[in-house]
Nanobody
Framework: VQLQASGGGFVQTGGSLRVSCAASIRPFGNYAVGWFRQAPGKEREFVTTISGPGRVRDYANSVKGRFTISRDNAENTVYLQMNSLKPEDTAVYYC???????????????????WGQGTQVTVSS
């Protein structure tokens, strides 16, 4: 398994969760990483992305100011800190990766070549 997502769970509205994406791909710092999510009956949507070195980030408008993406390349892991969670954040969260130049980030899911298995996040109202 090249990408392993973990840390999902059940939380009440307004709560926080941190999900992780552990990678076995090397060198991990050469890969841009994105988080996507898919709710039941809906298409997969972009959440956030981070460049290989971690200096460039982008967020979907729906999560901006509430979610933070970060990475620790020494630990080969990307984190998604989710605060002020809402019921509409309920979804399976997937991490994805692709080789990229140092400042590149990608919002489209078809830009990514490696996908993790997903972790469920459920926010109760």
């Amino acid at each position: 398994v090249q990408l392993q997502a973990s840390g999902g769970g059940f939380v009440q509205t307004g709560g926080s969760l941190r999900v992780s994406c552990a990678a076995s791909i090397r060198p991990f710092g050469n890969y841009a990483v994105g988080w996507f999510r898919q709710a039941p009956g809906k298409e997969r949507e972009f959440v956030t992305t981070i460049s290989g070195p971690g200096r460039v980030r982008d967020y979907a408008n729906s999560v901006k100011g509430r979610f933070t993406i970060s990475r620790d390349n020494a630990e080969n892991t990307v984190y998604l800190q989710m605060n002020s969670l809402k019921p509409e954040d309920t979804a399976v969260y997937y991490c994805a990766a692709r080789l990229a130049n140092s400042g590149e980030i990608y919002r489209r899911d078809d830009s990514y070549t490696i996908w993790g298995q997903g972790t469920q996040v459920t926010v109760s109202s």
